[in-house]
């Protein structure tokens, strides 16, 4: 480690360590919730409050991003890239070329006028932890990258059982996406909905609208009054609907500028961004997962949203949520989604022989629904003026969560499939969704681990829930006959077993 020539990166890499702060503070705000809402209140009884807490954030920010780019070193060697980092916890990491899953070029919009970039890597050996150098020289960070592809793909080419021959891994395609197709994309875009809703609870405590909003409109709008108030209110959620759908666009329009995605062989790469230019890629051997999202509006709209999973991630359920970097087309119409699953080696949906759950699935909720219902009941009785009122409203909202669990259960779906143009191609999907349509992939021969689960309640039904873990998430079979649940479980790992093809 002595013999290494260390490097520090530039002063301008202050400015990453900061916004990379700022990015974890936005990203986990959800957790904070609760004491800004206790800021907010104590805010009324003293103003200075939340403005030195903001204040003392800030400089605290400020001087650990100077600390983070003081004491973050790198230095590179023939076969892995060495990084020092931290000041009181101090870490020293090595990166191997061949572990290493993937490493992409992010171009910054604060790093392009010095024409440098941060090259962003995953390895193998790090849990998944996603790396950063900043501020590196573009051909410094071209020559690292292909290093590292060659790297990966060395093994591959040693290899020969684990190559395909298929007659589209030897054709390049290029597919760009104009811009009617990133406006559809930021239409279909749940990102600002949900910092709404993240944010709508600390909005509501302050005085805003009472102290503002409604003085204002009293003053400007002479013919509302109090029985047409509930104009104000409806044009107020219209407004911000098309607010959130305007921003929600601009982000897209700004994320995935002249998105191009590049197909060569069996390396899929994706280059898009307005400010900052991003690239993305993944080599199909380590494909861990493929998600087809289709919420209502992606629905309306014919259109779909396909992300590929090569990590390994934060939370382990559904695989919805992933650590590290993701491989995504935020928009894809029908027929070029038909050829992309051919890319991908996916057999069409039609043509999968969905299982469905046991009825048993029903069991659960709908028991929840029959002993929460009468106490609404009894509620919304004394509560209301009219009794019958409550009652029939208690009714009806009985029958539509009823329904929405019927249907929650009649859309879901698991099959263990075999691609049609490669039978090697297995893969375990399952799909779910009420007004959305869901789909989630996984490589049969990279199920890591198949559990059988049974408790108090299921034993005495007889039954029990599969659950199948993978580098990409996992996913559960419920309410499987006992037996049928064992069977599953010892056919399906000798099956998996007896596959020796890669899966890293």
Do not use: C
């Not at 038909?338 to 759950?357: E, G, H, K």
């Amino acid at each position: 480690m002595s013999e290494l020539a260390w490097q520090r990166t530039p002063l301008i890499t202050i400015a990453f360590f900061l916004l990379k702060q700022l990015k974890q503070f936005v990203t986990n705000i959800s957790n904070l919730i609760p004491v800004l809402a206790a800021v907010f209140v104590a805010g009324k009884n003293a103003v200075w409050l939340p403005f030195a807490l903001a204040g003392g954030y800030l400089v605290f920010t400020i001087i650990n991003a100077v600390l983070q780019q003081r004491f973050f070193l790198y230095a590179i060697a023939d076969d892995a890239v060495h990084i020092r980092s931290g000041l009181f916890n101090r870490q020293h990491l090595t990166l191997k070329y061949e572990r290493i899953q993937q490493a992409e070029i992010h171009e910054a919009w604060y790093f392009r006028p010095f024409k440098l970039t941060i090259l962003s890597v995953d390895s193998a050996g790090s849990a998944g932890k996603e790396v950063m150098i900043p501020g590196l020289t573009m051909p410094l960070a071209q020559e690292l990258r292909q290093r590292m592809l060659e790297a990966q793909d060395a093994p591959q080419s040693t290899n020969t059982a684990s190559s395909t021959t298929a007659p589209y891994d030897e054709a390049d395609v290029e597919q760009h996406f104009p811009v009617s197709e990133i406006i559809r994309a930021g239409i279909i875009d749940n990102k600002l909905f949900v910092l709404l809703a993240v944010l709508i609870y600390p909005i509501s405590q302050l005085d805003l609208l009472e102290d503002y909003v409604v003085p204002w409109v009293q003053a400007n709008v002479s013919w509302l009054n109090d029985d047409n108030a509930w104009l104000l209110v409806s044009g107020a959620v219209v407004a911000g609907l098309a607010v959130l759908f305007l921003l929600a666009i601009i982000v897209s329009l700004i994320t995935y500028h002249d998105l191009k995605l590049s197909i060569r062989g069996e390396r899929f790469q994706a280059k898009s961004g307005a400010l900052s230019i991003r690239t993305l890629s993944f080599r199909y051997p380590k494909l861990q997962a493929v998600y087809l999202r289709r919420n209502l509006r992606a629905r309306l709209l014919k259109r779909s949203v396909v992300r590929v999973s090569q990590l390994q991630p934060r939370q382990a359920q559904g695989g919805a949520q992933q650590g590290g970097q993701q491989f995504i087309l935020p928009v894809v119409d029908a027929e070029f989604l038909a050829r992309f699953r051919l890319l991908l080696r996916l057999p069409d949906s039609a043509q999968v022989n969905w299982q469905r759950l046991s009825n048993l699935a029903l069991l659960g909720p709908s028991v929840w629904l029959g002993v929460l219902a009468p106490v609404a009941a009894g509620v919304l009785f004394f509560a209301l003026e009219s009794g019958v009122l409550g009652l029939v409203l208690t009714a009806l909202g009985w029958l539509l969560l009823q329904t929405l669990v019927v249907l929650r259960w009649r859309n879901y779906g698991y099959s263990f499939v075999t691609s049609d143009t490669q039978p090697k191609e297995q893969w375990f999907v399952v799909r779910r969704g009420i007004f959305s349509r869901n789909e989630n992939w996984y490589p049969r021969h990279k199920v890591q681990q198949i559990d059988v689960e049974q408790g108090p309640w299921l034993r005495l039904l007889g039954f029990s829930h599969l659950v199948l873990h993978t580098a990409a998430g996992s996913e559960s079979i419920e309410f499987l006959a006992r037996d049928e649940a064992l069977r599953l479980q010892e056919e399906w790992t000798q099956e998996i077993a007896r596959n020796h093809r890669r899966w890293m």
